[in-house]
């Protein structure tokens, strides 16, 4: 059964940090491209970052410079380093596991998501 849980969301004042950890199981965690998405009320889910199996990391214009993608292999485990928070990031954050085998077969697994809440 595959799982991955995130923890670490909370309320933050502007300008505050927040680290983000999603735990995987059931995958073998290394040969996934992980990512973290996020979901504000009544917006789509839109990709934050990415980091590739060797350990790549890709953002979204408006999160770098101030978001830190990393993942541990030996702990089947992704973080997510948010600093200079802004209202703007508030939202669900969800972790998603890809990996594609072959031309088409996907495998794809979401977490349940952590709330951020940035506000004063």
């Known amino acids: 059964q595959v799982q991955l849980v995130e923890s670490g969301g909370g309320l933050v004042q502007p300008g505050g940090s927040l680290g983000l950890s999603c735990a995987a199981s059931?995958?073998?965690?290394?040969?996934?491209?992980m990512e973290w998405y996020r979901q504000a009320p009544g917006k789509q889910r839109e990709l934050v970052a990415s980091i590739s199996t060797s350990g790549y990391p890709n953002y979204k214009d408006s999160v770098k410079g101030r978001f830190t993608i990393s993942r541990d292999n030996s702990k089947n485990t992704l973080y997510l380093q948010m600093n200079t928070l802004k209202p703007e990031d508030t939202a669900v954050y969800y972790c998603n596991a890809d990996r594609w085998q072959g031309p088409t077969t996907r495998y794809n697994y979401w977490g349940q998501g952590t709330q951020v809440t940035v506000s004063s």
């Open positions: 059931g995958i073998s965690f290394s040969t996934y491209v």
